[in-house]
């Protein structure tokens, strides 16, 4: 069952969040001197508290974090954008990460019914699964390069 998470749940978040930065192909992230508990614990209760949302399942081996943010050009333009879709290895050869995006969208449908946000968009990074999220209504907008 995917739930959203409480602050209860933010110790086991955190975690969640230091094993993704440790997967990610971006070295920077792994350094844990780059790394604030506090400060993510802090965020993770803001998007909890209405800034966004976090999913999570019933027995925390997975997360989607999401957060509404105003667009940087247009600021009238809220978006609903994830940052972070992590699921424990031993479990992603299941079910669980295909029903948190699942979930991450059906939260997103409502908040473009409800008008609270305009646009919603879903990253992909160069190590996540591949899905064919055109055929699920998006369209892509930008391919993301960075240099360390």
């Known amino acids: 069952m995917i739930r959203q998470a409480t602050r209860y749940d933010i110790p086991k978040i955190t975690e969640m969040m230091r094993e993704y930065a440790l997967e990610a192909p971006v070295e920077t992230f792994k350094d844990p001197i780059n790394q604030n508990a506090e400060y993510f614990a802090q965020l993770i209760y803001e998007l909890i508290a ?9 027995e ?7 957060a509404i943010t105003p667009n940087i050009w247009c600021p009238k333009v ?3 954008k994830e940052l972070a879709w992590w ?11 295909g029903k948190l995006w699942l979930e991450f969208n059906k939260q997103g449908e409502k908040l473009l019914d409800s008008g609270r946000i305009n646009i919603v968009c879903s990253t992909v990074m160069v190590n996540s699964p591949a899905l064919d999220y055109e055929k699920r209504g998006y369209k892509k907008l930008e391919t993301t390069y960075f240099k360390e």
Not at 50 to 58: A, C, E, I, S, T
Not at 60 to 66: E, S, T
Request: glycine residues 16%; proline residues 3%.
């Open 50 to 58: 209405g800034k966004g949302f976090v999913l999570v399942d019933k």
């Open 60 to 66: 925390l081996n997975g997360m989607l974090i999401a």
């Open 78 to 80: 809220y978006e609903l």
């Open 87 to 97: 699921v424990k290895p031993e479990y992603r050869k299941g079910t669980l990460g």
